[in-house]
């Protein structure tokens, strides 16, 4: 597994963004998968998390309603839409590939794949 993640960038309060983390070595099989953000000064949090078969998913409250997770297994492509963004949104945002589950994993310590982390800073 490599992940690679791209998407980030400058937007206003109130708009989106499509972060994406391909898997550049294929197929993400039956792994966990989650977002995790870090913003200045802060410790890294998850934001969103689903399990292989995207019954099981799991948002922070503070991103709840405005940011959705999903997965397209043919690209081998995970995806995190984000709307409403906020100015507390601005981070490093970082992609993670964990064990095969049908449950979200939430701790970093979980998950044994990172991207590169992309940057998402939104303006008041």
């Known amino acids: 597994v490599q992940l690679q993640a791209s998407g980030g960038g400058l937007v206003q309060a109130g708009g989106s963004l499509k972060l994406s983390c391909v898997n550049i070595e294929g197929s993400f099989g039956r792994s966990a998968l989650g977002w995790f953000r870090q913003a200045p000064g802060k410790e890294r949090e998850i934001v969103a998390a689903i399990g292989w078969n ?16 999903s997965r397209d297994m043919a690209k ?17 945002y970082y992609c993670a590939a964990g064990p095969d589950s049908r449950k979200y994993k939430l701790r970093e310590s979980e998950y044994d794949y990172w991207g590169q982390g992309t940057q998402v800073t939104v303006s008041s």
């Open 54 to 69: 995207l019954l099981s998913s799991y948002y922070a409250d503070s991103v709840k309603g405005r940011f959705t997770i």
């Open 76 to 92: 081998n492509t995970i995806y995190l839409h984000m709307n409403s963004l906020k100015p507390e949104d601005t981070a490093v």
